[in-house]
């Protein structure tokens, strides 16, 4: 490739088109198809869709996009000190939390590494004060087949389903991705995510010397005959079923 300050010019390329179905495949289909999986994983554009809540509020979630930051940045406006300490076991100030240097690692994803989801209050994206109300990510660890998961939901939103909504997809992202299991933390006073978690098949332990709760699910063994994966095959109908508007 030949590149100047006007111009830039292929001396040597060669381009295979594959049928768009075929795009979003794992390594097995790949080495079946000898379709080459591109160096970066595109936009994840399948999770996006529209959501009703429990209080009958409509929502777009989707994937995080780069140009996400300055609806990130007035997310932290409105979150309050309590779901700050609760998510980040920390009075992480506000100042910190929508730096610029902070949210380039968080609006710009890697997809093969981490998966990032925000819901979006569609009323108000139907004027010109888009709010994001809250966010999921899931994050892999190092070393192991595993990966991380969080979720904040703006206070004013808490108690529509929002949490277990942005939780239910991220499970079905890693079990997609062939994850063996996804774990987090919370404080022993955050019951309502340690209650929901619990329904989506999470087995808590409470670590006495550390104060916190760790939680695990493991997609080896959830047993389909199991209390937890009923609850969990409930949920997954009740919060996965998108709207159409």
């Given at each position: 490739m030949l590149a100047t300050h006007d111009s830039v010019i292929a001396l040597d390329a060669r381009v295979i088109l594959h049928d768009s179905n075929m795009m979003d495949v794992d390594d097995e289909v790949s080495?079946?198809?000898?379709i080459i999986r591109p160096a970066i994983r595109p936009y994840p554009a399948q999770?996006?869709?529209h959501w009703l809540s429990k209080k009958g509020r409509v929502l777009l979630i989707r994937a995080i996009m780069p140009e996400d930051e300055p609806l990130v940045v007035d997310?932290?406006?409105?979150?309050?000190?309590?779901?700050?300490?609760?998510?980040?076991?920390?009075?992480?100030?506000?100042?910190?939390?929508?730096?610029?240097?902070?949210?380039?690692?968080?609006?710009?994803?890697?997809y093969d590494r981490d998966i990032a989801l925000v819901a979006l209050d569609e009323e108000s994206c139907a004027?010109?004060?888009c709010k994001l109300v809250a966010a999921g990510r899931l994050t892999k660890m190092?070393?192991?087949?595993?990966?991380?998961?969080?979720?904040?939901?703006?206070?004013?939103?808490?108690?529509?389903?929002?949490g277990a909504k942005l939780l239910l997809e991220l499970i079905k992202h890693g079990e997609a991705d062939g994850l063996d299991g996804i774990e987090g933390i919370v404080l022993p006073t955050n019951r309502a995510m340690i209650h929901v978690a619990e329904k989506m098949g999470f087995e808590s332990v409470y670590d006495k010397e550390l104060n916190v709760v760790?939680?695990?699910?493991?997609y080896k063994e959830a047993a389909p005959t199991s209390k937890a994966k009923e609850d969990y095959d409930i949920?997954?109908?009740?919060?996965?079923?998108?709207?159409?508007?």
């Open positions: 080495k079946q198809t000898q999770y996006e869709q997310f932290h406006k409105r979150i309050s000190e309590e779901s700050v300490y609760t998510r980040w076991m920390s009075n992480m100030q506000y100042d910190e939390r929508a730096s610029h240097s902070r949210l380039i690692r968080v609006c710009h994803v890697d004027g010109k004060n190092h070393g192991k087949n595993v990966a991380e998961f969080s979720v904040l939901v703006e206070d004013d939103w808490q108690g529509e389903g929002l760790k939680q695990y699910f493991s949920q997954l109908r009740r919060f996965t079923c998108p709207i159409n508007i």
